[in-house]
Structures are given as structure tokens and as C-alpha cells.
């Protein structure tokens, strides 16, 4: 299982003013649809990403602030968006290895992969 983020994250538009739109496998299972915006603002609390889940591909979804100062946990993240925790963990991963968003540990999960450790033992 290749395991680098170029062979997981697709580029596939960019939006004005900065974003882009990513077609995101981490082999979770799931395939994320995921618009990520960088934000500087004037203070440390206000620069990071702002990365939304366009659920099932559709138009309308889920989104969350990711500062570059404070850790995310996933199970925050997973609170905030209304979505699973291992959605969580992958988008929280996402934004960590893209853009540099600081996030915590989850126990039962693999943070350099995102994937949960029991699958990591199933496909070794």
C-alpha cells in the first residue's frame, strides 16, 4: 500500500482567491471531496486552513477551522462536523499534511496514516 501523500491527494481545481478543491483516498474506505482555504488574518489565532467536506460528492457539506497555532484533536474535529471520528481523523490528517495544521493524537488510530490501527495489522 503506497503511502505517500502524492499517491493520496488529488489537486483537481483551484478556486479564486486562493483555494483548491481535492479528491482525497487515505484508504480508509472513503473518498473525500474537500475544499481547503488558507487564512492569514492580523493575529496568530486567526491564520490556518478551512477545509470543507463537499459530502458524497455533492454541493453542500460540512466545514472546519484548522488554527496553525492550537493542536485539533479528531474527536473535536468529529463533534463540530457531525461526521465519524475516523472522517475526522482523515480530513484532521488532510489538513495536517497539506497545509501544516497542528493536530493531536487519537488513541486506536495511526496518526501518520490516519487509519486505524487494527486495519494497519490486518494489511501487514
Known sequence: ????????IKNIAQVRGGGHFFDYQPGNGTRY????VAVEGHHS????VIVSW????DN????MFF??????????VAQKMSIGLTDAVAICVFARDVFGASIGDQPGYDMASGLQEWRIKCQS
Open 67 to 76: 488554527p496553525y497555532t492550537m493542536s485539533t484533536n479528531p474527536d473535536y
Open 33 to 36: 471531496f474537500l475544499c481547503a
Open 60 to 63: 453542500a457539506g460540512t466545514s
Open 45 to 48: 489565532l486567526d491564520c490556518g
Open 1 to 8: 500500500m503506497k503511502n505517500n501523500i502524492e499517491s493520496r
Open 54 to 57: 463537499l459530502i458524497d460528492g
